[in-house]
C-alpha cells in the first residue's frame, strides 16, 4: 500500500504521517475548507500510477498554533467516523 504509520482515535484512522509530514482525513463533507486552506492531497505510488487517497496535508498555519491545530484534528476525526471504517484498536 504507501509506507507510513496511521494515527487513530476511537478505533478510526483520522491521520496519517508519511515522509515526515501529516495529512488529515477529508471526506465530501470538509473538502472545500481543505481546498481553501491549500492543503495538498495524499499521494502514493502503486503499479507505476499514482493513487491519491482520502488525506489532505495539514495546513500550515495549523502547525504553529495549537488551537487550530485542534480544530483541524477535530475536522479530521469526524470525516473519519462518517467513513465508517474501523481499524486498529488504540495502541496496537
Known amino acids: 500500500m504507501f509506507g507510513g504509520a496511521g494515527i487513530y482515535r476511537d478505533g478510526v484512522m483520522f491521520a496519517l504521517?508519511?515522509?515526515s509530514d501529516?495529512?488529515?482525513k477529508c471526506d465530501e463533507a470538509c473538502a472545500e475548507r481543505y481546498r481553501?486552506?491549500?492543503c495538498r492531497p495524499f499521494l502514493y505510488e502503486k503499479d507505476g500510477k499514482s493513487v491519491e487517497m482520502s488525506y489532505r496535508s495539514l495546513p500550515?498555519?495549523?502547525a504553529d498554533d495549537p488551537d487550530l491545530l485542534r480544530d483541524w484534528v477535530n475536522i479530521a476525526c469526524e470525516a473519519a467516523?462518517?467513513?465508517g471504517?474501523?481499524?486498529r484498536k488504540e495502541g496496537a
Request: a neutral charge.
Open 17 to 19: 504521517v508519511a515522509d
Open 22 to 24: 501529516i495529512y488529515l
Open 36 to 38: 481553501e486552506a491549500g
Open 60 to 62: 500550515e498555519q495549523a
Open 81 to 83: 467516523l462518517r467513513s
Open 85 to 87: 471504517k474501523r481499524g
